[in-house]
């Protein structure tokens, strides 16, 4: 059994689009959960989601342990 270049350029090739499908169906899916959120009242939930991934992701809260830049101290 050989193993050839185009063999596995196609595996590579293949594994990176059905990464990025999954990805966009796990936005879509995610969108969708804020638009049902926006429609049934619940701004609330969306406030808690929205601040809890500022603090996350944003850099100006890098003093806070749960920010991904955080360093310890």
Same mark, same amino acid.
């Given at each position: +059994?050989?193993?050839? &270049? ?10 990176? =689009? +059905? &990464?990025?499908?999954?990805? =966009? ?5 995610? /969108?969708?959960?804020?638009? =049902? &959120?926006?429609?049934?009242? /619940? /701004?609330? =939930? ?6 809890? +991934? ?20």
């Amino acid at each position: +059994m050989t193993i050839s &270049l185009e063999k596995i350029k196609n595996t590579i090739l293949s594994t990176m =689009v +059905m &990464l990025s499908l999954g990805w =966009v169906l796990i936005a879509l899916a995610f /969108q969708v959960y804020c638009v =049902v &959120l926006e429609f049934t009242d /619940q /701004q609330e =939930v969306l406030t808690k989601i929205s601040h809890e +991934m500022t603090i996350r992701l944003d850099g100006r809260f890098s003093d806070n342990p749960k920010n991904m830049f955080y360093k310890g101290k």
